[in-house]
């Protein structure tokens, strides 16, 4: 009865998706909205723990790739000396999503796309695919938690090595360079969830504080962060008066050392070790955006929170979007409120703390279906950058909002915003 159960919920799904191509759009996406509503209750709890913790070296190792294992035991120690749970239970559905008919699709599309020699098109087909029940109170928090704790450094440094051996001892990776991503997992491992790190800001804040925000200004500005005469580009693709080299922009972002290509590389590593696992991925701010870039390219489900606007970067990396597709079949959901000028995208400007403290975030739009919890209307917050924090998100928002307000958020497509139009100012220039 379950097993039917599961196939009838999948069926309806999937009418609702086809709904989506022949009615009025807005009104379709609220009809899947309530249905998806409708299945909490119905949903399939699963339970995982901090299992796994992935390092991939950036500009000085690039070729290193670790992987440190924890087992329970080293799980429930972790949670007495730190106070804080490692164990988080999350509710998923069956839902659907897509799947690339080649295998290497991905691949092929994008080096078309940036030759730009033909057409770039891919096959796809729908699918049936265990996702995330990001309407679920308990379980948007929990993720919210987990992308927290990708900032916490384990105690832990018995490295599994999985590549070249730089340093097995010390504490490299932690407290120098490159990407970490903590995989929390089922016991069965049948399900993971990859969080992945963002940006690490101010004083103290950790020796990755100026790689990060190299990334950060490489990814979400409009032309090499050059803001005006008084910064510093990380890219040579400034040309003048709001121009810049497009193909230069485009190979700026999609450098080797960079994160979101050494993402790609540690969550490819990850599916070819857990063939047979489901995989989610989550993330705040850098890490939400370099999340959603992965969850685009992989189709991997992705959660992210208060992310800058990741559309912008998406067509610089020639990222697919398969046509005519519904924002909510991407599976890749936005998290973020008003007060939050990042999120937002107003976090630009001469008396902005952006601009004091050297970030270009430029961007605004997102890919896949974005959900904003109203705070400046209803919390009464002023737009602030210290609103952005996850733990500001967790304790002030998400733990009181369906107490005080009961209703979830609106959740739109900013593919379906007219308005929503990033670097308006700028002219790229192609063929330079």
Request: net charge neutral; hydrophobic share 30%.
């Given at each position: 009865m379950k097993a039917l159960k599961s196939l009838f919920d999948t069926e309806i799904i999937w009418f609702i998706s086809f709904l989506l191509l022949f009615l009025n759009f807005p009104y379709a996406l609220e009809a899947a909205n309530q249905f998806i509503l409708n299945q909490v209750e119905s949903g399939e709890p699963t339970t995982v723990s901090l299992r796994h913790v992935f390092h991939h070296g950036s500009t000085k190792y690039p070729n290193l790739f670790r992987r440190m294992d924890l087992t329970e035991t080293k799980v429930r120690t972790q949670e007495l000396e730190s106070g804080a749970p490692l164990t988080?239970?999350?509710?998923?559905?069956?839902?659907?999503?897509?799947?690339?008919?080649?295998?290497?699709?991905?691949?092929e599309f994008r080096d078309?796309?940036?030759?730009?020699?033909?057409?770039?098109?891919?096959?796809?087909?729908?699918i049936p695919k265990y996702i995330p029940l990001i309407k679920h109170w308990k379980t948007l928090i929990n993720l919210a938690k987990l992308t927290y704790n990708a900032y916490v450094k384990?105690?832990?440094?018995d490295w599994y090595d999985l590549g070249k051996k730089y340093g097995l001892n010390d504490t490299f990776g932690w407290d120098q360079d490159g990407i970490r991503g903590y995989v929390f997992a089922s016991n069965d491992n049948k399900t993971l969830v990859i969080s992945i790190k963002g940006t690490s800001m101010g004083f103290g804040a950790g020796p990755?504080?100026?790689n990060d925000k190299f990334n950060d200004?490489?990814?979400?500005?409009?032309c090499c962060a050059y803001v005006d005469r008084?910064?510093?580009s990380v890219c040579?693709?400034?040309?003048?008066n709001y121009r810049c080299n497009q193909d230069c922009l485009e190979k700026s972002v999609d450098e080797d050392e960079l994160y979101f290509a050494i993402t790609l590389n540690m969550v490819d590593r990850i599916m070819k070790e857990f063939p047979k696992s489901v995989i989610w991925i989550t993330g705040h701010s850098l890490g939400g955006a370099l999340s959603s870039l992965i969850g685009l390219t992989y189709n991997i489900p992705a959660v992210a929170f208060e992310s800058p606007g990741d559309r912008l970067p998406a067509r610089r990396l020639h990222l697919p979007h398969p046509p005519a597709l519904p924002a909510e079949k991407m599976n890749i959901w936005h998290l973020g409120h008003t007060a939050d000028p990042i999120f937002m995208g107003v976090c630009n400007g001469i008396r902005s703390s952006c601009y004091v403290g050297g970030y270009a975030m430029e961007s605004k739009c997102h890919v896949g279906v974005t959900c904003s919890f109203d705070s400046v209307e209803k919390l009464g917050w002023r737009v602030d950058i210290r609103s952005h924090r996850i733990q500001e998100v967790i304790d002030k928002i998400l733990n009181v909002w369906e107490t005080l307000f009961g209703?979830?958020?609106?959740?739109?497509?900013d593919e379906d915003e007219e308005e929503c139009v990033d670097c308006g100012l700028w002219e790229y220039i192609e063929g330079i």
């Open positions: 988080f239970t999350l509710m998923g559905i069956n839902g659907t999503g897509i799947e690339y008919v080649k295998e290497n699709a991905v691949k078309m796309s940036k030759n730009k020699l033909k057409s770039a098109k891919l096959d796809w087909r729908d384990p105690e832990d440094q990755t504080v100026g200004n490489r990814l979400f500005s409009c008084t910064w510093s040579p693709c400034y040309l003048d209703d979830f958020p609106h959740c739109y497509s």
